[in-house]
């Protein structure tokens, strides 16, 4: 699976918490951040994560991009909407309604965050396989499928 990780400032520390205690499921899976919160978490854990641009200069639009592709399997977002900019509230309000569009499961708080984690290292969000276009069930079965202009 492929999993977002976003937090502000104000909500790194529980990022980093939470990171921690699922680092044997987050590391059977691939990470990407944005710059700040990915670098804290990799410096700390020793996950590898894919870093972005830092959040207030277009590293949640990276994220929101790859949502719309389909490339991201689940988000993890803990956001300060009191202290955090407006643009970057826009930006965030802008991945909440792709997640919503594109059914990508989202977690905006610790309880949810957790229960997800759980879900993915237990294999409850497998069907993701079968949605993500760049997963490793999508490109493995790539030359199984057969072109509309093949069969004609």
């Not at 984690?117 to 294999?123: K, L, P, W, Y």
Request: charged share 20%; glycine share 6%; net charge negative.
């Amino acid at each position: 699976m492929h999993i977002a990780l976003i937090a502000s400032n104000m909500k790194k520390e529980i990022m980093l918490q939470f990171c921690t205690a699922y680092c044997g499921i987050l590391a059977r899976n691939t990470i990407c951040a944005t710059y700040g919160t990915g670098k804290i978490i990799s410096d700390s854990t020793g996950l590898p994560v894919n870093c972005y641009l830092p959040g207030d200069q277009g590293g949640v639009q990276q994220i929101v991009s790859r949502v719309m592709f389909n490339e991201i399997d689940l988000v993890v977002m803990f956001a300060d909407h009191g202290r955090d900019s407006p643009e970057k509230k826009l930006s965030l309000d802008m991945l909440i309604d792709a997640c919503n569009l594109h059914d990508i499961p989202l977690a905006t708080n610790i309880a949810t965050a957790e229960l997800l984690i759980r879900a993915a290292g237990s294999g409850e969000l497998d069907w993701r396989n079968y949605v993500n276009p760049i997963s490793d069930y999508n490109t493995r079965h790539k030359s199984k499928f057969v072109k509309v202009e093949e069969i004609k």
